[in-house]
């Protein structure tokens, strides 16, 4: 994601131990998320209650006599929006001359967020036959970290925390930070403490038999009324209904095979609680923790894998792309008019300047891919005005590709970063280590990236073709300028001896002869000649990328590989989706379905749903994937994964001018024989779909469909 995303990672394994202790769990609203262990507490690591990029609860612990609950069982609910653990007590110490025994108080701690705030209810249950008195204490503390600092960035200097004040209820506590901002956390519970002071809240409860009781609690960042049983009912109702109005946009699916069904609800919900309201219209963040906020390139590839199913979500991500369109020159910000934005972050030190990410151009990808997801969503929609509604910020887009976007005048987009402070490399594999040359040296700047030149090409196909629709002048131009980009790219990159494309193209001129996967973003955007493509398609699913797990980032062999780097050896979801999409393109089929197969049985081990990244190691019978220690899950991008890979598998694809759905040599994925898709929207009318398993591979029938004028084409 960027190069902080990497190398802090190691840096922070320290700070970050405590809270993986046990695995983490996380909840979302708009810009507030909740990181927690699975026994609802926080505990100061990289967990913790994060709004608009500043961590307002760093320690929320609940004790019973003094202990953490005996666990029975934990989980968030199916569509994500709330948090319960179920436990027990432990033993309790005597009480009026009793002691308690383990296991006769239940213990449900039930969870959710809404409007920015933590909704918590904590009930006991009386399963015994005496009356008991439970003590229950919440410690708690705010730290208003930046999610930087939580990263493992060191400050200079930091603002003032100012003393706790105590409410009855409740504490309230705040930080004047450096930027002038006043950024508060109050905690309130539903009924007074017996004792309470800045980091503890102490309560004794009795609990007569087959009886319960109810504790509410809210944390936010301002006063709100005492908590109570309808305001955490409504906010649980609430979180649900948000999640729904994501999750129902679009096309359905639903598969006979019960796995492979719940990789996909669980992947549709991921995306659905990744995505958020934006004045601009919905947006996917990118993935939490680390990432929970807009980025450019994350947000352009999870719209592009949902866009056959959901257009709605490329629509709000190219308004809002648009909306941060730079028109400025700023080497801090890595800023240059017409180019598209990588990050934007709110926290203090991004206003204070300390870091470069608070509106951050430093993407040399996002701004093509941007112009080739504008073209992309017009094909599929049909939606002309909105995107003559976008001309200004397209022409400003291919503009900066001509003006700014080959520094160095050799034909080939590269970038260089303007300021020490900003990202070392500024491709989708962003470490300071993922570009390179066949004997380790790292490349010089300015750096031209093999799949950026693919994402060139993508964006001025699209120019001609938006122009062609639009009646804007141009075509020919953009036409021309996409075909001396294929005769540059296949002359310049590919290496004979090898059968593939190189990763880049260094400052100096030098080719770096490194087998990455980044040639499969080639195949993606059919830039490659057929025969180029098909060494590059064996190449990719050889035992030196597929590890039976995924496509690693890197071949095995090449200097620099490590299974258990950030991009030098790992497997990304959404780098594997793409490389099977480009596979696909081409007519690959098999290759597609088995990685496809191999991918369902990785994300069964991480709860149905795709980390950011994992392990690139050999698969090993009846062994687990191994996990990336600090990936984040969920994150948009790998979730959005599973629904471009299940179109490459179909070989699906829609033209709304056209009215045509059509399917090129479908395949079912293994172990499902049917296959329905209801409610496929395309030029205003509603589909419905079905796909089974046949000796001649699938069948395919057209159901109920609200407008005869749109055709369901079929191809060998």
């Known amino acids: 994601m960027d190069d902080l995303a990497g190398p802090a990672a190691t840096e922070t394994d320290e700070a970050i131990s405590q809270g993986e ?47 953490r609950p005996s666990r029975l069982s934990f ?48 009930r006991l249950t009386n399963f015994g036959l005496d009356e008991v008195m439970v003590p229950i204490a919440y410690e708690f503390a705010a730290d208003f970290h930046d999610m930087f ?118 992947s549709r919900v991921d995306v659905a609680v990744l995505t958020t309201e934006l004045a601009t219209g919905a947006y996917p963040y990118a993935g939490i923790p680390w990432f929970s906020t807009p980025f450019g390139r ?82 599929r929609t049909a939606d002309v005005d909105f995107v003559a509604s976008l001309w200004p910020a397209l022409r400003a887009a291919a503009d900066w590709l001509d003006v700014y976007g080959d520094s160095n005048g050799d034909g080939l987009i590269d970038y260089i970063r303007g300021e020490n402070t900003g990202l070392a490399n500024q491709g989708w594999k962003d470490s300071v280590d993922s570009v390179f040359h066949a004997d380790g040296r790292l490349a010089p700047g300015p750096i031209a990236l093999v799949e950026v030149q693919g994402y060139a090409y993508s964006a001025w196909r699209a120019m001609a073709r938006i122009a062609e629709h639009l009646g804007e002048a141009g075509r020919a131009d953009w036409a021309a300028r996409a075909e001396a980009m294929r005769a540059a790219v296949e002359a310049r990159f590919w290496l004979e001896d090898l059968g593939n494309y190189a990763i880049a193209i260094d400052g100096e001129g030098q080719v770096c002869r490194v087998e990455t996967s980044n040639p499969g973003h080639l195949l993606f955007v059919g830039l490659p000649s057929p025969a180029r493509a098909a060494l590059v398609t064996r190449r990719l699913l050889s035992p030196q990328f597929d590890s039976g797990w995924g496509v690693r980032t890197l071949a095995t062999g090449s200097v620099r590989f490590n299974p258990m780097s950030y991009h030098n050896g790992s497997i990304w979801p959404h780098d594997t989706a793409i490389a099977l999409a480009g596979m696909a393109r081409y007519g690959e089929r098999d290759g597609v379905l088995k990685v496809m197969g191999d991918m369902l049985r990785a994300a069964q081990h991480f709860g149905n749903r795709m980390p950011e990244l994992l392990c690139g190691f050999e698969r090993e019978p009846d062994e687990p994937p191994i996990a990336y220690p600090v990936a984040c899950m969920p994150q948009a991008w790998a979730a959005g994964s599973t629904f471009m890979m299940l179109q490459s598998a179909l070989g699906l694809s829609i033209d709304a001018f056209a009215r045509e759905v059509r399917l090129k040599r479908p395949r079912l994925p293994d172990g ?6 209801h409610g496929l929207g395309v030029a205003g009318a509603q589909l419905d779909i079905s796909i089974q398993r046949s000796s001649a591979g699938a069948a395919v029938t057209l159901g109920s469909k609200s407008d005869r004028n749109v055709s369901l084409v079929l191809e060998d």
């Open 298 to 379: 994350d947000g352009i590839i999870t719209a592009w894998q949902m866009l056959w199913l959901d257009p709605s979500l490329a629509r709000g991500v190219l308004s809002f792309l648009a909306s941060r369109q730079a028109e400025h020159v700023s080497a801090f910000d890595d800023a240059t008019p017409g180019k598209i934005m990588h990050e934007t972050r709110r926290g203090e030190m991004a206003a204070m300047r300390e870091i470069p990410f608070g509106l951050y151009y430093g993407g040399v990808d996002t701004t093509p891919l941007f112009v080739a997801l504008a073209g992309a969503y017009l094909r």
């Open 149 to 266: 600092e939580v990263r493992g960035l060191r400050r200079p200097a930091r603002g003032e925390p100012l003393p706790a004040r105590l409410t009855g209820r409740g504490v309230a506590m705040d930080y004047d930070g450096l930027d002038g901002v006043r950024r508060s956390s109050v905690i309130a519970f539903s009924e007074p403490p017996w004792r309470m002071d800045r980091d503890r809240a102490d309560f004794m409860f009795p609990v007569a038999p087959e009886t319960r009781v109810d504790l509410y609690v809210e944390v936010g960042p301002g006063a709100e009324d005492p908590p109570e049983a309808l305001r955490f009912n409504e906010a649980l109702a609430a979180a649900r209904r948000t999640v729904a109005t994501f999750e129902d946009r679009g096309g359905r699916l639903n598969a006979s095979d019960s796995a492979f069904h719940t990789w996909l609800e669980q």
């Open 21 to 67: 202790t046990a695995q983490l769990l996380s909840l979302k609203d708009g810009d507030t998320f909740l990181v927690a262990d699975t026994w609802g507490d926080v505990l100061g690591g990289a967990d913790g209650l994060f709004s608009r990029d500043t961590r307002i609860l760093s320690r929320f612990r609940l004790l019973i006599g003094d202990k």
């Open 75 to 122: 989980g968030l609910s199916g569509d994500n929006a709330a948090f319960t653990m179920h436990g027990a007590n432990r033993r309790l110490p005597p009480m009026g001359g009793r002691t308690t025994p383990r296991g006769v108080i239940h213990i449900e701690r039930k969870r959710c967020l809404s409007q920015g705030r933590l909704f918590e209810r904590l």
């Open 672 to 677: 499902v024989d049917l296959l329905r898709l």
